[in-house]
């Protein structure tokens, strides 16, 4: 049975990553968050400790909807992240991120100002790692 990736990401992905997932991780499907989850992973307050209560409905789904040997983009709040890279791989989930290229370009302005652009190009998914 293919795996799936599902994603833990607060953006869309690009064509090359698309690409990537397909060709190279061999997934069947790509399934975003549910919308009430994916509102609370946009909506982590960087106020107080990491709670149990802010981690558990992932923890939920992905114990519900997900099997081991399936992939999870993993990219957001660094604690809630890292409590979800914990659980997938101690649960045979293999939790991965999007590493990038930036590309820096500055354009002078009519009024003396500089106008700075950045370019973000996909490079691979990466597996996190404890070592």
């Known amino acids: 049975m293919m795996p799936n990736l599902y994603l833990f ?8 990553q698309e690409k990537e ?3 190279k991780l061999k997934c069947e499907k790509i399934l975003p968050l549910k919308e009430e ?3 609370l992973w946009g909506q982590i307050p960087p106020e107080g400790e990491i ?7 992932f923890m939920k789904y992905l114990s519900k909807e997900t099997k081991p040997g399936d992939f999870v983009l993993i990219q957001g709040e660094f604690g809630v ?3 979800l890279v914990n659980w997938c791989i101690q649960n045979d989930r293999i939790p991965i991120y999007a590493t990038t290229k930036r590309l820096s370009l500055e354009e002078k302005q009519p009024d003396g100002s500089i106008k700075k652009i950045n370019i973000f ?3 691979q998914f990466r597996r996190y790692v404890i070592i």
Not at 9 to 16: A, G, I, K, V, Y
Not at 51 to 57: A, K, N
């Open 81 to 83: 992240s890292f409590a």
């Open 9 to 16: 990401f607060s953006h869309s992905l690009t064509e090359d």
């Open 21 to 23: 997932v397909y060709e």
């Open 51 to 57: 709670s149990d209560t802010m981690v558990e409905p």
């Open 37 to 39: 989850l994916q509102k």
């Open 121 to 123: 190009k996909h490079i």
